[in-house]
């Protein structure tokens, strides 16, 4: 039965007390279309904009790397610069204005980062035994969180609501959550304290530096897929405390598909395990295809209390406003180059989707 005492479209109080009109954020997503240079482009500022525009209570950036060597593939936003900064303000100020909280996602990308688009050697928890990155040193790892901490900085100077600190798909902090990638005998490996230690750093680190009206969000995979590797559920609902702990304001949950319950707990839905969890005033936001409004509403019925969405939000900028009328149906593609240029997705973010998501492009 559908718990309706909530619903996506009654607004939602993050544990900053910061307030979204809505329970209904872009997921983020990256697409490749920033310049070379790591600054906004035109086309990804209307990309965002158009989903503020269309309703989202909650707009998420694409990750955007904190470190050179954390960049993991061209056309990628960064976020270590004046300019970078500089690039983003005026689209912060547009999303605020659109009545929108703009939220950016602090991403490293550890051993998947690419040196080729970087220039910088890779990095990693642990070394490989082909010398494809090294194993970050104790320098290394203070250099990374105070960089996290510095993006964070520029994020709230350029005007943004609050960051997500990318601690999902397998990227470096995951890498060094994770029980078979993260080898280390230091206080950066072994316990799940241990493992989770530089997660707790960066937003510890980040928290002492915007202690109000700042958001502080974590992304978490619950479980391995895809890209996760060596996560255990039973841990990452210990992180998901330790990153309250730590200062985080809400917990955003990575899953995949919402309607699957736990692979290591099948009788229990992840949502539920994390909701019940964690403190009543830190919401739990949720991906996984998410299409429609009623899978949205069935998820906040499990526990969430926002939902974020991917690939429908890519297909439909106007899916809050339109999920509104229970008998819509959302777009799910594929659309040709000139449907997506309609919807304010450019051509480069066309060429990402048809390598990465080809069912989505005509
Ligand atoms: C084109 C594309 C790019 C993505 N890039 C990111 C990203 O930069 N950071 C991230 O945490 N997740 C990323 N994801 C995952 C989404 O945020 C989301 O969790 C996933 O697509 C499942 O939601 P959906 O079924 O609603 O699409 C991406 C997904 C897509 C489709």
Redesign the pocket.
Known sequence: MIDNSHTIHSPVWLASGIRSANRVAL?????RSSNADGTLSASERSWLLRRARGGFGIV?S??VYVSLEGQSWPGQLGLTTQAHADSLRPMAAELRAAGSLGIV?L?HGGLRANPDASGVAALAPSANSDDAWSEATEADIARIIAAYRASAALAAAAGFAGV?V?G??GYLPAQFLSATENARTDQWGGSIENRARLLCEIVRAVRDDHHENFAIGV?LSSEDARQSRGIDIDESVAVAKMMVEAGADFIHL?V??CDLNSAKHPEIHPITLFRDALPANVPLMV?????TGAEAQRALARGADIV???????LNPDWPERALSEDWAPERGPLTEDEFAEISVGNA?VS??RE??PQ?VK
């Open positions: 997921a983020p997503m990256t697409n998420i694409c990750g996602q991403f997500e990318h999902a798909h992304r990575s995949w598909d991906a996984g295809k998410i299409w974020a969405l991917g690939r429908a939000g890519i973010f990402y989707l990465k998501w989505l």
